[in-house]
């Protein structure tokens, strides 16, 4: 069953809307409605995309770390959002912490509130 928190594997699409890799993203929260839609965001090793104002590192010293399912240090970018219907994810390695979550969710919400 799929709950805002976990790390599931999906094939996050490029800018240009070309189909992308499979790469881990972070379900931010299920839509309202009576589909099976979901907020996401993307996770990256890359950390020379680390935006510090917005995204969240997470680093294998952590301690919601291990039970992420990360294999090493990564970005979740909240800038690198979409909405995909469930069936398409790929199923979870893992989740991060309530409190991560949360912090996330702050992040993503005071930077719509300034529109």
Not at 59 to 75: I, M, T, W, Y
Not at 89 to 112: D, Y
Request: glycine fraction near 8%.
């Amino acid at each position: 069953m799929k709950q805002a928190g976990q790390i599931i594997l999906f094939r996050f699409p490029q800018t240009d809307l070309e189909e992308g890799k499979l790469r881990p993203a972070l379900l931010l929260g299920r839509l309202p409605g009576d589909y099976d839609d979901w907020l996401i965001c993307m996770i990256s090793s890359q950390m020379r995309h680390y935006n510090p104002q917005f995204d969240e590192i997470i680093q294998d010293n952590d301690s919601d770390f291990a039970q992420s399912g990360l294999k090493v240090a990564s970005v979740i970018r909240v800038g690198r959002l979409a909405v995909v219907e469930g069936k398409v994810l790929l199923g979870a390695t893992g989740q991060i912490s309530p409190e991560r979550l949360q912090r996330i969710k702050n992040h993503l919400a005071e930077w719509i509130a300034r529109f």
